[in-house]
């Protein structure tokens, strides 16, 4: 079921748009973020869990479920929402970050990627084509082109290389893509660098995607350089489309790359975070394992309408993480993706209200209090 993106506002001081599509009957609204669910499920957490913390659409990882249980068993299952029981909107990438973290360069062919599966050690070759027939199998509602994934530091020269080819494997999958149910997004590389960024941005406009993704951030460099390339590349891609930034969800980076024109992100971290002990509130990170928790008996944030917090305390919860007990990462989880997904309520009101940096000033006023750069 394709659905149809509408830009509602663009906000009057900043690049920032607030943006809706209608699903099954729901209406959902953009800026948003969306939970990873690598292998078909959001770690330790049930569909209805996610359904509690206003989760929209969720996403899955192409190579990870090519490698079991296998895209025809998915698709023997009926596609993806029948076997992982999500009536939501899916977006499965590309595996292209995957492949790219278990390739050596010389393994990276006009053809596709060379690499050895990380479970069994066989030899692999992943193409654009592959690809996209993968994910036409898998039914998702939103399938990625395969793109390159450019590590940072990066010489222009290799940016400039890996940026051209990966404009051609967008063009082979998107002359396979079979699936007329399911949107097909474009993928932004480019590095650090405003050119190649806006090249690869009107290259891809010109092939006209369904929506289109900025990549290769979040790779290593700082802030500042990711806000860079962000700004690089939307200011350069089609007002009435969906655009998305992968792998990006540092609260303070929503807010942001909200600003600089972003309309959906997805990040392992609240997750992540979670079977580690952490969790996101108000006034910054805290980390549950502290022995200065073991006699707190308040929720984790008395901010946050969540199940974890209406129900249990930072000591019961910090009793559980000790334990290595799932619930305790379960619990976490609920309360940090509904933290994010509650920022983004909040980013979204600013939208309409054209406040939006004056929430980033408070936000950075509470979070980090003095120790922001």
Same mark, same amino acid.
């Given at each position: 079921?394709?659905?149809?993106?509408?830009?509602?506002?663009?906000?009057?001081?900043?690049?920032?748009?607030?943006?809706?599509?209608?699903?099954?009957?729901?209406?959902?609204?953009?800026?948003?973020?969306?939970?990873?669910?690598?292998?078909?499920?959001?770690?330790?957490?049930?569909?209805?869990?996610?359904?509690?913390?206003?989760?929209?659409?969720?996403?899955?990882?192409?190579?990870?479920?090519?490698?079991?249980?296998?895209?025809?068993?998915?698709?023997?299952?009926?596609?993806?929402?029948?076997?992982?029981?999500?009536?939501?909107?899916?977006?499965?990438?590309?595996?292209?970050?995957?492949?790219?973290?278990?390739?050596?360069?010389?393994?990276?062919?006009?053809?596709?990627?060379?690499?050895?599966?990380?479970?069994?050690?066989?030899?692999?070759?992943?193409?654009?084509?592959?690809?996209?027939?993968?994910?036409?199998?898998?039914?998702?509602?939103?399938?990625?082109?395969?793109?390159?994934?450019?590590?940072?530091?990066?010489?222009?020269?290799?940016?400039?290389?890996?940026?051209?080819?990966?404009?051609?494997?967008?063009?082979?999958?998107? &002359?396979?893509?079979?699936?007329?149910?399911?949107?097909?997004?474009?993928?932004?590389?480019?590095?650090?660098?405003?050119?190649?960024?806006?090249?690869?941005?009107?290259?891809?406009?010109?092939?006209?995607?369904?929506?289109?993704?900025?990549?290769?951030?979040?790779?290593?460099?700082?802030?500042?350089?990711?806000?860079?390339?962000?700004?690089?590349?939307?200011?350069?891609?089609?007002?009435?489309?969906?655009?998305?930034?992968?792998?990006?969800?540092?609260?303070?980076?929503?807010?942001?790359?909200?600003?600089?024109?972003?309309?959906?992100?997805?990040?392992? &971290?609240?997750?992540?975070?979670?079977?580690?002990?952490?969790?996101?509130?108000? !006034?910054?990170?805290?980390?549950?394992?502290?022995?200065?928790?073991?006699?707190?008996?308040?929720?984790?944030?008395?901010?946050?309408?969540? !199940?974890?917090?209406?129900?249990?305390?930072?000591?019961?919860?910090?009793?559980?993480?000790?334990?290595?007990?799932?619930?305790?990462?379960?619990?976490?989880?609920?309360?940090?993706?509904?933290?994010?997904?509650?920022?983004?309520? #909040?980013?979204? #009101?600013?939208?309409?209200?054209?406040?939006?940096?004056?929430?980033?000033?408070?936000?950075?006023?509470?979070?980090?209090?003095?120790?922001?750069?």
């Amino acid at each position: 079921m394709k659905f149809t993106y509408k830009l509602e506002k663009k906000e009057q001081n900043t690049a920032a748009r607030l943006g809706s599509f209608v699903y099954n009957g729901q209406k959902y609204e953009t800026p948003m973020f969306m939970p990873v669910g690598t292998l078909a499920t959001v770690k330790t957490l049930a569909p209805e869990e996610l359904k509690s913390v206003h989760a929209g659409i969720i996403l899955a990882n192409t190579y990870h479920l090519w490698l079991r249980p296998g895209e025809d068993v998915i698709y023997h299952a009926g596609g993806l929402h029948k076997f992982m029981n999500w009536d939501q909107p899916i977006l499965t990438d590309s595996g292209g970050f995957q492949v790219f973290s278990l390739a050596k360069p010389k393994d990276i062919t006009e053809e596709g990627v060379y690499f050895k599966n990380h479970l069994n050690g066989d030899k692999l070759l992943l193409t654009p084509e592959k690809s996209i027939a993968i994910q036409n199998k898998l039914d998702s509602d939103i399938a990625m082109s395969f793109d390159e994934c450019i590590g940072y530091p990066a010489t222009y020269e290799y940016c400039q290389k890996s940026t051209a080819r990966t404009i051609r494997w967008a063009k082979r999958g998107k &002359s396979v893509h079979n699936n007329k149910n399911q949107m097909l997004f474009g993928i932004v590389q480019g590095g650090n660098y405003a050119d190649l960024r806006k090249y690869c941005a009107q290259e891809l406009a010109k092939i006209d995607f369904d929506g289109y993704s900025i990549g290769g951030t979040s790779v290593g460099e700082d802030k500042k350089t990711m806000y860079q390339m962000v700004s690089y590349a939307t200011k350069y891609l089609p007002e009435d489309k969906i655009r998305y930034l992968m792998g990006v969800g540092d609260p303070i980076d929503l807010i942001e790359n909200t600003i600089r024109g972003v309309d959906i992100f997805d990040c392992v &971290s609240p997750t992540r975070l979670a079977r580690h002990g952490h969790a996101y509130t108000k !006034y910054g990170k805290i980390n549950l394992k502290n022995a200065k928790y073991k006699e707190d008996f308040t929720p984790v944030s008395t901010q946050c309408d969540c !199940y974890a917090c209406k129900n249990y305390t930072k000591a019961y919860i910090r009793h559980l993480i000790i334990s290595n007990e799932t619930f305790g990462a379960r619990l976490l989880s609920i309360h940090n993706i509904r933290f994010l997904t509650h920022l983004m309520e #909040e980013i979204r #009101e600013s939208i309409k209200n054209d406040s939006l940096l004056e929430l980033r000033e408070q936000f950075i006023k509470d979070y980090y209090g003095e120790k922001y750069e």
